[in-house]
């Protein structure tokens, strides 16, 4: 590397260093963060070929670099925020979802003991064990036909049984998405 490069290099970083640090600090509010948003800027010039490659305004190019590394400060900012605030509005959440999630549960169980045991079969063949109407038929060696009746008798009467979880199921599910 040449020694004149770096010496240009030198004073280009000295004339605009304090105005650049300026203008980044207007768009962060943070000293420390405009400094690095400057030496970022000044770090990716001087791995350029920077004297052959700005093909503009030295100053514009410099000024639309901080612009955009500000820019991009910001959005990460951001993003960071709104995965914080979203970490603990689900941990304030967690512990209330996963008691309403055993309260569900119970209630479950108390509704698919109240079905007859071939509807309860069927169902829980279907749901919990996901085999396919007619798998469930041959397994139990009843129709296709049956099957679906036993299955429609499960879910009306679940449906019945858990109307009142009905908000906390779609919750749940959206939740576990």
Do not use: C
């Amino acid at each position: 590397m040449s020694d004149n490069k770096e010496k240009n290099f030198e004073q280009l970083f000295r004339a605009h260093y304090k105005e650049l640090h300026r203008y980044a600090f207007r768009y962060l509010g943070d000293s420390e963060g405009a400094e690095e948003v400057v030496q970022q800027v000044f770090l990716r010039l001087w791995e350029k070929d920077w004297e052959h490659q700005v093909h503009t305004s030295l100053k514009s190019y410099l000024y639309r670099a901080i612009y955009n590394e500000s820019m991009n400060v910001l959005k990460k900012e951001q993003r960071k925020l709104k995965y914080q605030s979203y970490e603990i509005h689900r941990q304030e959440l967690e512990p209330a979802v996963d008691e309403s999630t055993k309260d569900l549960d119970k209630k479950l169980q108390l509704a698919l003991a109240g079905l007859p045991e071939k509807s309860r079969t069927v169902f829980e063949l279907s749901r919990f064990q996901e085999m396919k109407y007619k798998d469930i038929a041959a397994t139990l060696d009843l129709s296709i036909k049956t099957v679906e009746g036993h299955m429609s008798r499960a879910l009306r009467h679940l449906r019945t049984e858990l109307m009142d979880y009905l908000t906390l199921i779609i919750f749940y599910l959206i939740y576990k998405l």
